[in-house]
């Protein structure tokens, strides 16, 4: 049976709760590889769009200071499917070199599903501008931290491991290294 929005969205509330046992919920769909696929496809088409509709919804004179070279949604929707690709990898590979058991497909189905989380927190926030703005900006920074939460619990119940403290240090030390790599090889190709 495939699981409705309304499913979804309580299988949603349930994970941020507890992280955990959300993942594990995930994870035990079992899905095959296509589909797990699709619902990468489709969490990062959502996030794209999302991000585009809010965009839109920007006061003028901030959308005159970000200009015309923003991306367009399919644009943006492509390089979404591409940084989730690599998430998934990063975590599978990285969680492995530190003794981890989790795979790659499971990895990126648990970064699919943490991208609609953080969709469902988006929309929210979007709601947030038109009504209450200043309740928007706090979403915004909630958001944040959630992104955090769910990620050091998901690579934790992903890989087994039992620290989620020692898990966020490591995500903030690849991440930093990966900066850090990704600035050394842009900063010639931008400084010409």
């Not at 969490?43 to 919804?57: C, D, E, F, H, W």
Request: charged share 10%; glycine share 8%.
């Amino acid at each position: 049976m495939t699981p409705g929005l309304g499913d979804l969205l309580r299988l949603a509330r349930f994970t941020v709760s507890d992280p955990r046992a959300g993942a594990r919920a995930v994870l035990m769909m079992d899905l095959p590889l296509p589909p797990r696929w699709l619902v990468l496809v489709f969490s990062a088409v959502a996030a794209a769009l999302v991000t585009s509709v809010g965009l839109t919804l920007l006061p003028p004179e901030v959308q005159a200071l970000l200009g015309d070279d923003l991306p367009s949604p399919l644009a943006s929707a492509v390089l979404q499917v591409a940084l989730l690709v690599v998430a998934s990898g990063v975590i599978h590979r990285v969680g492995q070199w530190r003794g981890g058991k989790g795979n790659f497909a499971d990895a990126m189905v648990l970064v699919a599903w943490l991208q609609f989380i953080l969709v469902c927190v988006e929309v929210l926030q979007l709601v947030a501008q038109l009504v209450l703005p200043f309740v928007a900006d706090i979403l915004g920074v909630l958001g944040i931290m959630l992104f955090f939460w769910l990620l050091s619990h998901f690579v934790a119940e992903l890989h087994g491991f039992r620290s989620t403290l020692a898990v966020l240090g490591g995500i903030l030390v690849v991440m930093f290294g990966m900066a850090f790599v990704l600035a050394a090889i842009l900063m010639p190709v931008l400084g010409a």
